[in-house]
């Protein structure tokens, strides 16, 4: 009986809960490219060398080799950039919208997805005031809003803050190295 | 046999009649799973475990950037969910033990139908057989070819079926027979 809780209680710590959309793309998009009412993507296929490059520096690979970055402009006015990264945990993936200003500085970040199990730690997180430590932020610099939040955020929360600032830090790399310094 | 539902015991019957009727409520939200996740034709299955994979593109020799004008409403278009060969392990490693407990539970009530042998055997069979051919669908799909899409559909109404067969056989023989006691 022993072995059967045991195994039980393995499989149930295994298993991945479903993904849950935390915030609608067009919402981030509006969130993070406001006004903008043009948009291209502007996919960018690594090469073998730079996607090595990436990988040492921020330790992940986009899917497939691909960046893909969003502009948005309103009228002849650029409004920025934006990027969806990924970040996979032990308690699944993450997607973490990450926008820019002109400027090349983090304009916001938002969690679009989570699992349902993370889902009320990222709440916490948010409520605890995640997304403001990014806002300012240039490539290069390293993103810590677990430790911001972490006098007024649970463990669960800031673990989740943890795993958001890796996400940041992948856009914050990606968008320095490769977001206009490609020729198309 | 000694092991007859239609003569076992209310007790017995009711435990299996709660066992059909949990197996039931968990099959109809893992069809709806499906649905959400893969869909229920060829197409989506394959799309959701050949994925990309299939494709393999090589990285080019440099990095080369394609751009293209989209609109508000192509952020909202729904994505495809894509099951990658981690995730395939994992379900695997999570899902095969599970059907195999619920194919020896619903065999269990198959033993106690009055069946012939052939018959029985051959529904032991289906339960068993069917998530084989679901995750060998799975595999092949991502591995062999996305055409293998077919089988897990196949391996998914097989049991289905399975299921509905069992409990209906069940119910009947268990509260409606007129050999029951």
């Known amino acids: ?184 | 046999m000694l092991y007859d539902l239609r003569r076992a015991d209310v007790r017995i019957k009711w435990l299996v009649t709660a066992l059909l009727a949990t197996l039931g409520l968990s099959y109809v939200f893992g069809a709806l799973m499906v649905a959400l996740y893969a869909g229920f034709t060829p197409q989506h299955v394959a799309a959701t475990y050949a994925g990309p994979e299939m494709a393999m593109p090589m990285p080019p020799e440099t990095t080369v950037v394609v751009q293209h004008p989209m609109s508000m409403t192509d952020f909202d278009k729904p994505e495809l969910h894509v099951v990658d060969t981690d995730l395939l392990i994992q379900d695997t490693h999570v899902h095969v033990p599970m059907y195999g407990i619920i194919a020896a539970a619903l065999s269990v009530v198959v033993i106690g139908l009055s069946l012939s042998r052939r018959l029985s055997l051959g529904l032991i069979a289906l339960l068993f057989a069917a998530p084989w051919f679901d995750f060998a669908g799975m595999w092949l799909t991502k591995f062999a070819s996305p055409r293998f899409a077919i089988v897990t559909l196949a391996g998914g109404w097989a049991m289905a079926a399975g299921y509905v067969i069992v409990a209906v056989l069940a119910v009947h023989q268990m509260w409606l027979s007129k050999e029951r006691t």
């Open chain 1, 1 to 184: 009986m022993k072995l059967i809780m045991s195994a039980a209680t393995l499989a149930a710590l295994l298993h991945i809960t479903p993904v849950v959309v935390l915030v609608k793309r067009p919402d981030a998009v509006r969130t993070l490219l406001p006004g903008a009412d043009a948009f291209t993507a502007r996919e960018v296929h690594l090469s073998d060398a730079d996607a090595h490059r990436l990988h040492e520096a921020v330790d992940w690979s986009p899917e497939d080799g691909v960046l893909t970055f969003y502009t948005g402009s309103a009228g002849s006015t650029a409004v920025g950039g934006l990027v969806f990264v990924r970040v996979d945990t032990p308690h699944g993936p993450l997607e973490v919208a990450v926008g820019f200003t002109p400027q090349g500085t983090v304009r916001g970040a938002i969690v679009t997805k989570a699992t349902v199990e993370m889902k009320p730690w990222v709440l916490e997180a948010v409520g605890a005031g995640l997304g403001d430590p990014y806002r300012g932020l240039k490539p290069g610099a390293a993103p810590d809003a677990a430790t911001a939040i972490a006098s007024r955020a649970g463990n669960l929360a800031v673990y989740v803050a943890r795993e958001v600032d890796k996400g940041v830090a992948r856009a914050l790399a990606s968008y320095g190295a490769f977001y206009d310094h490609v020729r198309t």
